[in-house]
């Protein structure tokens, strides 16, 4: 996918400023995969025995998967560009992940699928976090 991303990113006809287009398809990039691994988490753990003690855990991972949705296409975006909007659904992506995170991997021990997503969530975390020093 990084490919189909970069090489949209140097398509874009206009200057994309100083803004460092590897850490910016890196983080396209570990946010739609981010997204796609809370949905599948969120619905293994929906197949649990033990649904009920997951209900957080399918809460966080949805709520994750949104955020990244929204972020990798707030990302893929770049005419009419607002920088604070940009950079707070960053954060924001950041901060679902490290909470999503956190919740799976209470459970990665006891389901591979937690194991995974946490995996995918700390990935994008970085990537945002990345992303967010070169903008500053």
Known sequence: MTHHVSAMLET???DLGGVDK???AACIEACFECAQTCTACADACLSEDMVAELTKCIRTNLDCADLCEATGRVLS???G???N???DAIKACQMACK????ECEQHADMHEHCRICAEACRRCE???AE???SLG
């Open 85 to 87: 909007i940009t950079l």
């Open 131 to 133: 992303l967010v020093a």
């Open 126 to 128: 970085a990537a945002c």
């Open 12 to 14: 874009y006809p206009k």
């Open 99 to 102: 909470a999503c995170a956190d």
């Open 81 to 83: 560009y607002d920088a």
């Open 22 to 24: 590897e850490k910016l």
């Open 77 to 79: 975006r770049h005419t």
